[in-house]
Nanobody, 122 residues
Framework: VQLVESGGGLVQAGGSLRLSCAAS????????MGWFRQAPGKEREFVAY????????VYDDSVKGRFTISRDNAENTVALQMNTLKPEDTAVYYC????????????????WGRGTQVTVSS
């Protein structure tokens, strides 16, 4: 399984970015996908999750109402639409995959991308 993130960059506070995670070696519709982020000096933290079984989603409270996770089965990708960005959203964003069930902690995911940098200026 390989995951490759793209779409990061520098944006002003209040702006938007759309991250994409392209998967190979696995069918995206059959795996549970998560987005995590890690800011300098901080632990990796959960951002959003989408279920393989029913496309249900879970968001961290800090991004709820601003971020949206979605799946494109035809492209075999998962996206994270990020709106109303804040400086505290600055981090490296990672997508991750697991084969079974809901998981909100990094150690529960065996497959990871290398990350994409998101920087939000004030």
């Amino acid at each position: 399984v390989q995951l490759v993130e793209s779409g990061g960059g520098l944006v002003q506070a209040g702006g938007s970015l759309r991250l994409s995670c392209a998967a190979s070696g696995v069918t995206i519709s059959s795996v549970y996908m998560g987005w995590f982020r890690q800011a300098p000096g901080k632990e990796r933290e959960f951002v959003a999750y989408i279920s393989a079984s029913d496309d249900s989603t879970v968001y961290d409270d800090s991004v709820k109402g601003r971020f949206t996770i979605s799946r494109d089965n035809a492209e075999n990708t998962v996206a994270l639409q990020m709106n109303t960005l804040k400086p505290e959203d600055t981090a490296v964003y990672y997508c991750a995959a697991r084969l079974l069930g809901v998981a909100l902690f990094p150690h529960e995911y065996p497959y990871w991308g290398r990350g994409t940098q998101v920087t939000v200026s004030s």
